[in-house]
C-alpha cells in the first residue's frame, strides 16, 4: 500500500512554455500532499504543501504564480511551471500524507518528474 | 530553525553492517524517519521511530534513538549491493507537520 504516481516522468519544453506534473496516491485518500524540488547531489528542497480543497502554502522564496498547484481531491495535485526557463530545471518529487496519519505522519513519496528547459 | 546533519559518505563490503549516522537539533522533534532514495527515483519510507523509543527493528534494519544527545542511527545488517543508495533522515514535530530532512549518506557496496 501506500503507492503514489507521477506524471510525466520525464519532459523536455521550450523555453516560456507551461508544464504541468501530475502527482496522485493510488491506494490511499491524502489530505496532505507536498512538492519538493531536488538538486543534482542534493536534499530535498520543500516549495509548497497543499490541502485537499484549499490554496497551497509556499514555502519562503518559492514564487506562488511561478509554481501553480491545485489540489482538487483527496487522491491528485498537480504543479504546474508557468513560463518555465531554463533554471527552473530540476526533479520534482512529490509526496502524499494519508488521511489515517499512519506510520507516523509519514509521507510517501512518488518516482520523480525530471524537467529540462531548453 | 531546525537543523538535520548527516555524513556525506559511507562504504562498506557486502556482507558488512552498515551504520549511517543522523544528528539533529529540534528538541521537540516527535517523529524521526529514515528514506532511501535509489538513483533517479523517488523516496522509499524505510522505517520510523516515536521519540518515546530507544530502538526498533525491522529484519535487516535497526533503528538507534539517543533522544538525549538527539542522535539516530540506521544499522544494516549483511548489507547487499542492491542497499547502495542515498539514505536520508527526517524529523517531523508531529504527524500533521512537515518533515526536515538531513543532507543525505551515500551508501556504497564493494564486493
Known amino acids: 500500500g501506500a503507492v503514489v504516481s507521477q506524471h510525466p516522468s520525464r519532459v523536455i519544453c521550450k523555453s516560456g512554455t507551461s508544464v504541468k506534473i501530475e502527482c496522485r496516491s493510488l491506494?490511499?485518500?491524502?489530505?496532505?500532499m507536498f512538492w519538493y524540488r531536488q538538486f543534482p547531489k542534493q536534499s530535498l528542497m520543500l516549495m509548497a504543501t497543499?490541502?485537499?480543497?484549499?490554496?497551497?502554502?509556499?514555502e519562503q522564496g518559492v514564487e506562488k504564480d511561478k509554481f501553480l498547484i491545485n489540489h482538487a481531491s483527496l487522491t491528485l495535485s498537480t504543479l504546474t511551471v508557468t513560463s518555465a526557463h531554463p533554471e527552473d530545471s530540476s526533479f520534482y518529487i512529490c509526496s502524499a500524507r494519508g488521511v489515517s496519519a499512519r506510520e507516523g505522519g509519514a509521507q510517501y513519496f512518488g518516482p520523480g518528474t525530471r524537467l529540462l528547459v531548453l | 530553525g531546525e537543523d538535520v546533519e548527516q555524513s556525506l559518505f559511507l562504504s562498506v563490503r557486502e556482507g558488512d553492517s552498515s551504520v549511517i549516522n543522523c544528528t539533529y537539533t529540534d528538541s521537540s522533534s516527535t517523529y524521526l524517519y529514515w528514506y532511501k532514495q535509489e538513483p533517479g527515483a523517488g523516496l522509499q519510507l524505510l522505517t520510523y521511530i516515536f521519540s518515546n523509543m530507544d530502538m526498533k527493528q525491522d529484519q535487516r534494519l535497526t533503528v538507534l534513538l539517543n533522544k538525549k544527545d538527539k542522535h539516530l542511527s540506521l544499522r544494516i545488517a549483511d548489507t547487499q549491493t542492491g542497499d547502495s543508495a542515498i539514505y536520508f533522515c527526517a524529523e517531523s514535530t508531529g504527524t500533521a507537520s512537515k518533515l526536515t530532512f538531513g543532507t543525505g549518506t551515500r551508501l556504497q557496496v564493494t564486493l
Open positions: 491506494d490511499f485518500q491524502a489530505t496532505t
Open positions: 497543499s490541502n485537499e480543497g484549499s490554496k497551497a502554502t509556499y
